[in-house]
């Protein structure tokens, strides 16, 4: 019997499940596919692109020192995604004679299922993944018994579980969440701390170069590329944020500000979602920062919470709902992506200095991502399917497992509320509050109607009166709504058209 492990792009760890099953035997084969089908599937950000291709150049060496018998494959099959991989896999299966193929586990659910339909000269033999905290047979446990999914119930559960910021069964500090001492708007001149980047070595400049040479349509720009690409390095960024960031992390956790593009943020997704660091040893650094260096509770426990609480819960409800959790679109909302979420050519400043600064990095922080690009999107009724295809393409750390619960779940609310308690829609207002993008704008972020107003209002107030009778079942919703019943007729009846014109001007031009 000869075994033989798979790894996938986003699996670069020597402790992923499929090798640890393998024992600690030398040469065992292992093949990693670098496939060219599988990223016309949409046009990524080049970034990302470079990020997972050098990550697992880097890694296929990393296993050579440690032993394995590694072959890197660069696939590109003519007829499609599955093929590529297919080809690859077959000519390794029979040069290695290998009997039974041993893959983690993907974690997104259309790679699965490409994977069980492969037809491959052996067993196939898919190994539970153990890249999150919560196995999916453990989180549908915790949520089939429950009558509500709220993420604070499970973020409570999680530091039970793993003993993590409690004291005797209690929360240290006596609160569960710090959140009211975080959330501060920007004021004056923030101190912001430099971010870990990183010179592209010989590797990555190799695959810049491809990606440069690529022939299909991508997104956004390579270069400057700054992001990490091995285990080292990820830990450089996790040493490096525990240390200059950590700190001041919660009181500006959700404040923009022109030309600060990560402010006090980890900047780990990247590497955290391809396997380069795991989630426990990114907790246990907050938790020992707080404890042997008495950092402050409200930015520790507001970190530890991204991680241990939304980030293993938007897992654990991927596999929690239906597959066809990705169709969903409550409000029915079927406008096209306007044009400027590809170009970043807006005249409303807050989406092109977030749209272009996506261009340039792959990354946005959490309230950029939720209050500005996807309130957008859902205040102005734009497809969930389309805006969900574009984070998909555009962010250095999207996959569909994050894409699906936090896109069209918690960004769109298009799947009525599984996942959110309200949703996430904001006039103007908001933006203006906790960012300086406002001050820079031709619109007014005051007015409602009117040429100079803001699209955020009158998109936000057409929201509220086209959807009042599914939002009045929204409990929280119905406060804001009293406020639409006290406009004047004629003030709504303008909202709606300029709501409507400014839809019927963005299929004519894309300048607005
Ligand atoms: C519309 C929308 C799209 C998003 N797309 C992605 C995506 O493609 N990939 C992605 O990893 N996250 C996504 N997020 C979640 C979150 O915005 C990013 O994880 C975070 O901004 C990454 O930057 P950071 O590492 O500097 O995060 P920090 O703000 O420093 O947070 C620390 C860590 O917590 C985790 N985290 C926090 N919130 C979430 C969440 N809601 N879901 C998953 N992980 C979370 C991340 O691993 C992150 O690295 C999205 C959120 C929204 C609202
Ligand atoms: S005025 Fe409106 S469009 Fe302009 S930056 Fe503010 S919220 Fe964005």
Same mark, same amino acid.
């Given at each position: 019997?000869?075994?033989?492990?798979?790894?996938?792009?986003?699996?670069?760890?020597?402790?992923?499940?499929?090798?640890?099953?393998?024992?600690?035997?030398?040469?065992? @084969?292992?093949?990693?596919?670098?496939?060219?089908?599988?990223i016309?599937?949409?046009?990524?950000?080049?970034?990302?692109?470079?990020?997972?291709?050098?990550?697992?150049?880097?890694? /296929?060496q990393?296993?050579?020192?440690?032993?394995?018998?590694?072959?890197?494959?660069?696939?590109?099959?003519?007829?499609?995604?599955?093929?590529? +991989?297919?080809?690859?896999?077959?000519?390794?299966?029979?040069?290695?004679?290998?009997?039974?193929?041993?893959?983690?586990?993907?974690? $997104?659910? @259309?790679?699965?299922?490409?994977?069980?339909?492969?037809?491959?000269?052996?067993?196939?033999?898919?190994?539970?993944?153990?890249?999150?905290?919560?196995?999916?047979?453990?989180?549908?446990?915790?949520?089939?018994?429950?009558?509500?999914?709220l993420?604070?119930?499970?973020?409570?559960?999680?530091?039970?579980?793993?003993?993590?910021?409690?004291?005797?069964?209690?929360?240290?500090?006596?609160?569960?969440?710090?959140?009211?001492?975080?959330?501060?708007?920007?004021?004056g001149?923030?101190?912001?701390?430099?971010a870990?980047? +990183?010179?592209?070595?010989?590797?990555?400049?190799?695959?810049?170069?491809?990606v440069?040479?690529?022939?299909?349509?991508?997104y956004?720009?390579?270069?400057?590329? %700054?992001?990490?690409v091995?285990?080292?390095?990820?830990?450089?960024?996790?040493?490096?944020?525990?240390?200059?960031?950590?700190?001041?992390?919660?009181?500006?956790?959700?404040?923009?500000?022109?030309?600060e593009?990560?402010?006090?943020?980890?900047?780990?997704?990247?590497?955290?979602?391809?396997?380069?660091?795991? @989630?426990?040893?990114?907790?246990?650094?907050?938790?020992?920062?707080?404890?042997?260096?008495?950092?402050?509770?409200?930015?520790?426990?507001?970190?530890?919470?991204?991680?241990?609480?939304?980030?293993?819960?938007?897992?654990?409800?991927?596999?929690?709902?239906? /597959?066809e959790?990705?169709?969903?679109?409550? +409000?029915?909302?079927?406008?096209?992506?306007?044009?400027?979420?590809?170009?970043?050519?807006?005249?409303?400043?807050?989406l092109?200095?977030?749209?272009?600064?996506?261009?340039?990095?792959?990354? /946005?922080?959490?309230?950029?991502?939720?209050?500005?690009?996807?309130?957008?999107?859902?205040?102005?009724?734009?497809?969930?399917?389309?805006?969900?295809?574009? +984070?998909?393409?555009?962010?250095?750390?999207?996959? $569909?497992?994050?894409?699906?619960?936090?896109v069209? *779940?918690?960004?769109?609310?298009?799947?009525?509320?599984?996942?959110?308690?309200?949703?996430?829609?904001?006039?103007?207002?908001?933006?203006?509050?906790?960012?300086?993008?406002?001050? *820079?704008?031709?619109?007014?972020?005051?007015? %409602?109607?009117g040429?100079?107003?803001?699209?955020?209002?009158?998109?936000?107030?057409?929201?509220?009166?086209?959807?009042?009778?599914?939002?009045?079942?929204?409990g %929280?919703?119905?406060?804001?709504?009293?406020?639409?019943?006290?406009m004047?007729?004629?003030?709504?009846?303008?909202? %709606?058209?300029?709501?409507?014109?400014?839809?019927?001007?963005?299929?004519?031009?894309?300048?607005?």
């Open positions: 019997m000869m075994i033989g492990v798979w790894i996938l792009g986003d699996q670069l760890s020597v402790k992923q499940a499929a090798l640890q099953s393998c024992g600690h035997q030398d040469n065992v @084969p292992v093949i990693l596919i670098e496939s060219l089908r599988h016309q599937v949409r046009p990524y950000h080049q970034q990302k692109l470079v990020l997972v291709w050098s990550a697992m150049r880097h890694f /296929a990393e296993l050579r020192q440690l032993k394995y018998s590694v072959t890197y494959k660069m696939a590109d099959s003519l007829s499609g995604v599955a093929r590529d +991989f297919e080809t690859a896999l077959q000519e390794w299966i029979k040069a290695n004679r290998i009997t039974e193929l041993r893959v983690m586990m993907p974690n $997104d659910r @259309p790679f699965t299922q490409m994977i069980q339909n492969l037809e491959l000269p052996c067993q196939i033999t898919l190994i539970p993944n153990n890249h999150f905290l919560w196995s999916t047979e453990e989180f549908n446990n915790w949520a089939s018994c429950r009558k509500r999914l993420m604070e119930d499970f973020y409570r559960e999680g530091r039970r579980r793993l003993q993590i910021l409690m004291e005797e069964n209690k929360p240290i500090g006596g609160q569960w969440n710090l959140d009211q001492e975080n959330r501060q708007p920007p004021k001149k923030l101190n912001t701390p430099p870990q980047w +990183f010179e592209p070595d010989e590797i990555t400049l190799d695959v810049i170069a491809k440069n040479s690529l022939s299909c349509q991508t956004g720009e390579v270069a400057p590329f %700054r992001w990490g091995n285990r080292q390095q990820a830990l450089q960024v996790l040493d490096w944020f525990i240390q200059h960031r950590l700190a001041d992390f919660g009181p500006y956790q959700d404040a923009m500000v022109t030309g593009e990560t402010m006090w943020h980890a900047l780990l997704s990247p590497y955290l979602n391809i396997g380069l660091l795991q @989630p426990l040893e990114v907790i246990q650094a907050a938790e020992a920062a707080y404890k042997e260096h008495q950092l402050p509770l409200n930015s520790v426990e507001g970190f530890i919470r991204q991680v241990l609480g939304w980030r293993e819960y938007m897992h654990g409800i991927y596999y929690y709902v239906e /597959a959790y990705s169709d969903k679109n409550w +409000f029915n909302h079927t406008q096209p992506l306007p044009e400027f979420f590809w170009t970043g050519k807006t005249k409303m400043n807050c092109h200095q977030v749209i272009t600064q996506v261009q340039r990095t792959g990354y /946005a922080h959490h309230i950029q991502r939720l209050m500005v690009l996807s309130n957008f999107a859902l205040i102005a009724g734009i497809s969930p399917q389309s805006v969900e295809n574009w +984070f998909h393409a555009a962010f250095i750390d999207g996959y $569909d497992w994050v894409m699906q619960t936090n069209i *779940g918690m960004g769109l609310f298009a799947d009525g509320g599984v996942l959110a308690s309200k949703p996430y829609a904001a006039s103007a207002n908001y933006i203006n509050k906790m960012s300086d993008y406002c001050k *820079g704008c031709v619109y007014n972020h005051k007015e %409602r109607i040429q100079n107003a803001c699209p955020f209002n009158f998109f936000y107030w057409n929201f509220l009166d086209q959807h009042r009778e599914k939002l009045q079942s929204q %929280r919703m119905s406060f804001i709504l009293k406020h639409l019943d006290k004047p007729p004629e003030e709504l009846q303008s909202i %709606r058209q300029q709501a409507q014109d400014w839809h019927g001007d963005l299929q004519l031009s894309s300048g607005k």
